[in-house]
């Protein structure tokens, strides 16, 4: 990307159509279901077009697999790969909502991680789902995104993925 590309917020990646079942399929990955929750919906589709999806937590088949603080008993690596479920997860729950994978374009990203005192890499633990939506969905996966560190996280996840979509055009 040119520097007058990243000032403008234009991108330069083709623009040929990704197939995301097969890039899926490309990357061993499939899309998990995710279980409604009694107390709250997984989405919510606002009368401007976007679905705005709940807070995915990076669940492999209904087990969290580690818990901590990244910084202190997390690595940055493992708190990656557990970004790349949690937001495999949270692209599962956007093609639930607007009827498949196919029709999927990322809007924007809200990355919580938890994290040490200290800690300044939630730009590098976000960077592991914005990467797999890319390779999922091309062009249709780039989006604006927010990292932040928190003090908590529910059931002491190391991280937390938001995200709002739309439909593509």
Known sequence: MSDADART?????????????????????????????????????????????????????????????????????AARELMAQATLNALAVAASALGGIERVRIVQMLVFVLSAPGFGEQSRVADAGSELLVQVLGEHGRHARTAIGVAGLPRNSPVEVQMVCEARA
């Open 9 to 77: 917020g234009t991108h330069t990646l083709a623009d040929t159509e990704t197939d995301p079942a097969a890039a899926l399929a490309a990357l061993g990955l499939e899309l998990p279901v995710i279980a409604d929750d009694p107390k709250y919906i997984n989405w919510r589709a606002a009368r401007d077009g976007t679905v705005h999806i709940s807070g995915q937590l990076p669940y492999r088949d209904g087990v969290l697999p580690l818990a901590g603080v990244v910084g202190d008993t997390v690595e940055v690596d």
